[in-house]
């Protein structure tokens, strides 16, 4: 790259485009290429950079900053530019701490603003050292309407300020897009109580914050560790959020929270193995206020459960959800549920997933008790462990709901220390059970609804109990071509139809 001007000091730089320069390939779309150094920004860490980079602030323009350690202790605010770009090779920001931090404790940079955003925006290659006490601030904020590029961020050591978390990023028009790649933070952050800065927040920080999103805006292997209020938090937008892959790990609230429409969860590992005394819930993935929300390929392990540490919740506020080729682990010697489906949400599908549920009570999968009737989908749904009964939660699948259907699933519940639990237990209507396999130590099916179907299925109680209990208030159930090991035990209900079961 040639000669770059040095908008407002009069000053001219050379960089160099050499082979061994990883962003040389992004000189062509600025008209302009500065490194900082050159233009008097000290990397020593000793004295603050942000006058000087306000003397470069310009539109296309890139500024570099060479390997080296560049202190802040205010905030570079940039707002309403085209095309602007900030890149480090091996470049290292150190933060103020919370006491001498000047002006707003909040961001090292603001790069756009809502009603003010950039339109193209680069930012990549930085460590950010918060190892140091009472330090611990939001690197980047950044509003952007076109195109949104953040890679190659890495936050060290646990944020301890009490101010914003790390990340938050937002496309502002519909037709928008971004992508923020390897942003990680995996030491997280403390709880504002135990930080100078107490008192004047609710919990503390996000992780990665994304609640204001219109456009299609990706997360692509972040890595996220212990945060007091969310790891990943991106449900307040209309837009489609997608999280491909990464690393989310003990955060309070939920580790991924997600909305919005069409957005896509693809083959993250979500982690709960640490509870902090403050933490109160920590469950795995939660999506909400949106609709055509995916969850695919996600490993969801839970070995610390708080007890309304869901694995995955799918909340009120969600439309229509699908769970696909996910993978659920819970163990522990709490109460804890792994998929749940809370009353108000709408149609839900749950696809070639497992839930292996070990902890001291709950339920597997629970379909909680709703007035809505879209159709919840169970298909090739595995559930096994060892579980108890603590809080009368003994079933593998609690359905409440109406119109469901439960097609090749499988279910054993034979109950940790001799507890006695039931594969299914079923209080809604129009409930179908079809091609499934049923095993338990205490009734493989329990029905209290309504017009339900179970065909072609494998039923027996470890126990000797009979396959199927029925109770008074239990009409019109229906079985056919089915093994029912030991019969049906019937308390009264009406209706009943048997058509060429086998009961050995």
């Known amino acids: 790259m040639g ?30 290429v500065i490194d900082v150094t050159e233009a008097g920004a000290d990397n020593t860490g000793t004295e603050s950079i942000t006058p000087v980079l306000e003397d470069l602030r310009g539109d296309d323009t890139l500024l570099v900053f060479p390997e080296g350690r560049y202190y802040m202790d205010e905030q570079f605010r940039y707002t309403g530019f085209e095309n602007f770009g900030v890149v480090g090779e091996n470049a290292t920001l150190v933060p103020a701490n919370f006491h001498d931090f000047d002006g707003p404790q909040y961001r090292l940079f603001r790069l756009g603003v809502p009603y003010s955003p950039g339109r193209r925006l680069r930012f990549e290659g930085f460590d950010v050292d918060q190892s140091a006490p009472d330090t611990g601030i939001r690197a980047i904020e950044a509003n952007v309407s076109g195109r949104l590029e953040v890679r190659d961020v890495t936050v060290r050591g646990e944020h ?71 790891g990943l938090y991106a449900a307040g937008g209309d837009g489609a959020i997608i999280v491909h892959g990464g690393w989310f790990r003990n955060s309070n609230g939920a580790n991924v929270r997600v909305g919005g429409r069409g957005s896509e969860i693809r083959w993250p590992t979500v982690e709960v193995d640490a509870t902090r005394p403050e933490d109160r819930t920590q ?16 490993a969801v392990e839970i ?13 009120n506020t969600c439309e229509s959800a ?30 070639d997933t497992s839930v292996t549920h070990e902890t001291a009570g709950g339920y597997p999968l629970w379909i909680r008790e709703s007035d809505r009737t879209e159709q919840i989908l169970a298909e090739n749904v595995t559930i096994t462990g060892r579980a108890g009964d603590d809080g009368g939660f003994r079933d593998g699948i609690r359905c409440e709901r109406d119109n469901c259907r439960f097609n090749g699933v ?35 099916y329990v029905d209290t609804g309504s017009e339900t179907l179970v065909r072609d299925s494998d ?44 009961y050995e």
């Open 3 to 32: 000669t770059a001007c040095l908008a407002g000091i009069g000053l001219t730089s050379t960089v160099s485009a050499s082979s061994s320069d990883p962003y040389a390939q992004y000189y062509d779309d600025y008209s302009t």
């Open 160 to 230: 301890d300020s009490g101010t914003w978390g790390p990340g938050l990023f937002n496309i502002t028009d519909p037709d928008g897009s971004g992508i923020v790649e390897r942003f990680r933070a995996p030491d997280g952050a403390a709880w504002v109580e135990n930080t100078p800065n107490a008192g004047n927040r609710w919990r503390g920080p996000i992780g990665i914050e994304a609640n204001q999103n219109a456009g299609t805006l990706e997360f692509r292997r972040c890595w996220l560790g212990a945060f007091p209020n969310n």
């Open 283 to 298: 469950r795995g993935i939660r999506i909400e206020s949106g609709r055509n929300i995916e969850i695919s390929g996600a």
């Open 303 to 315: 070995t610390s459960p708080m007890p309304t540490s869901h694995a995955i919740s799918v909340m």
């Open 322 to 351: 699908r769970i696909e080729n996910t993978r659920v682990t819970i163990q522990g010697s709490d109460v804890n549920h792994g998929i749940v489906l809370s009353p108000e949400c709408g149609e839900a599908t749950i696809v």
């Open 410 to 444: 499988e279910v054993e519940q034979y109950g940790r220390d001799g507890t006695d639990r039931n594969a299914i237990v079923n209080t809604g209507s129009d409930v179908t059970i079809y091609e499934s396999t049923l095993r338990a130590n205490q009734y493989p």
């Open 459 to 502: 039923l027996e109680s470890s126990s000797g109990r009979e396959a199927v209990c029925l109770y008074s208030s239990s009409s019109n159930p229906t079985f056919k071509k089915n093994r029912l090991a030991d019969g049906i035990r019937d308390f009264g209900a009406s209706g009943v139809t048997t058509w060429e079961n086998s």
